[in-house]
């Protein structure tokens, strides 16, 4: 069937099962089974069905796949592709998006989080062109996406380490990625209707993140900063504080504190909306930049809620 979404349906027709191959569901296997064909000088993609399995994989990722290049210095490659997809969807089980999780253990690979398939088609043709491993969490809403196709396809690339800016904005920088670029896009519109004008930023690439340190000059130019993702509090949005706020100095140009606006700690309810009330929403992401706002300018701001 070519994977639980038939992301690969018909490819194995085409081109054999010695190239698109059927394995068990043993995560650790899986990618076990890759790293010796990279090794091998193949360029081999594999894939875990869900990001939450992917812990069952995490050790030989982190222990013989991301640290490989410095523990030989350069003198091993292993460029590995290892596909998945995640964050909050579909339900108790597979709705886990333990972004801080992977940042904290692959250092040495590279974590990309594409906000819909075509970036992720992008995603994978840079790194055909590359010798590192990498790991990209395509995201679950992006399967239910209708969009326009580049008519190169093929050969269409998305630079490593590079924001995108969706929506220009000069009251406050709103930076995710992955699923919660909908989100946030969603909320920013909202926003829009109360005269509060948001920057929204795909990050794309976690790690790395933001070369050129684009972000700090969108914090210049409105001066207030939200970081927002679908991992619990601490997680992946922590990071990205961290790489704003202290590596990229936005401190400097900042009216109000930076804020983190992540999921619930725990997962999904078993209820048809368990999703959507366990990780932010336009709802709540409005109420919150609201109340940032209104902290600094209560007289052009009142209150909603009495």
Not at 244 to 254: C, D, W
Request: net charge negative; with cysteine; aromatic share 8%.
């Amino acid at each position: 069937i070519g994977d639980v979404n038939q992301g690969f349906a018909g490819l194995q027709e085409k081109y054999g099962e010695l190239r698109v191959t059927d394995t068990g569901i043993r995560e650790c296997t899986i990618i076990g089974q890759g790293i010796g064909a990279a090794l091998r000088g193949m360029r081999p993609i594999t894939e875990i069905q869900y990001l939450d399995y992917l812990l069952y994989a995490l050790q030989i990722m982190s222990d013989d796949l991301a640290c490989l290049q410095y523990r030989t210095k350069g003198g091993q490659k292993a460029p590995l592709i290892i596909r998945t997809r995640g964050h909050r969807l579909e339900g108790v089980w597979h709705s886990g998006s333990p972004i801080g999780m992977m940042l904290h253990s692959l250092r040495g690979m590279h974590v990309l989080t594409p906000r819909n398939m075509t970036q992720a088609a992008g995603f994978y043709n840079t790194l055909l062109q590359s010798d590192e491993p990498a790991i990209i969490i395509e995201c679950l809403n992006g399967y239910r996406l209708k969009e326009r196709m580049p008519a190169n396809l093929g050969e269409y690339t998305v630079p490593l380490g590079v924001p995108e800016v969706l929506r220009e904005g000069s009251d406050v920088t709103i930076v995710t990625y992955g699923s919660m670029c909908r989100v946030i896009m969603d909320a920013a519109q909202e926003l829009e209707n109360v005269g509060i004008s948001c920057e929204v930023i795909d990050a794309q690439s976690l790690l790395p993140f933001d070369v050129h340190h684009s972000i700090v000059e969108s914090v210049k130019k409105t001066n207030r900063l939200v970081l927002a993702d679908e991992d619990v509090p601490g997680g992946a949005s922590a990071y990205m504080m961290q790489k704003v706020v202290e590596e990229q100095g936005a401190y400097r140009y900042l009216d109000s504190q930076p804020l983190t606006i992540a999921a619930k700690e725990h997962r999904p309810a078993y209820a048809s909306d368990g999703d959507y009330f366990s990780k932010p929403n336009p709802e709540t992401v409005f109420d919150k930049i609201y109340a940032m706002m209104r902290e600094t300018e209560p007289d052009r701001f009142p209150a909603i809620y009495e």
